[in-house]
């Protein structure tokens, strides 16, 4: 058996989107069930007369679009015969419109849960 679940969600100001896949597959007594979410938040917003303000800004400011902060976990329960493994990354970019730089923070999630159904 499998089943796909998919979730796009967006606010109303446009600022932030989050986007779900949960998938779900079991197979010769395992069950396995990955989520992965991902989410942006437009923080900032600045407005330039040209593009050659967008760099002078982006080479003034020391922008570092480089540093993420990534988390893993992996946990056990013995009792329910059940681990789940989760790693999530944290940062931020800038993306340049135009004229336009914004600020955009964002997380990825990625959860793998592993059940024995046969007991």
Known sequence: MRELVFKNLTSGNK???DLFITETVERNGLKTVTRRHSMYIVGGHTRFDNSKEVMHFKNVNSIDTN?????IFKKRDSRSKKDI????????????VKNDLYSVAFK??????????ER
């Open 67 to 71: 540093k993420r902060h990534i988390f």
């Open 15 to 17: 600022k932030r989107k």
């Open 108 to 117: 990825h999630s990625l959860e793998i849960d592993f059940f024995c159904t």
């Open 85 to 96: 493994f989760v790693c999530d990354v944290v940062g931020r970019f800038y993306a340049a």
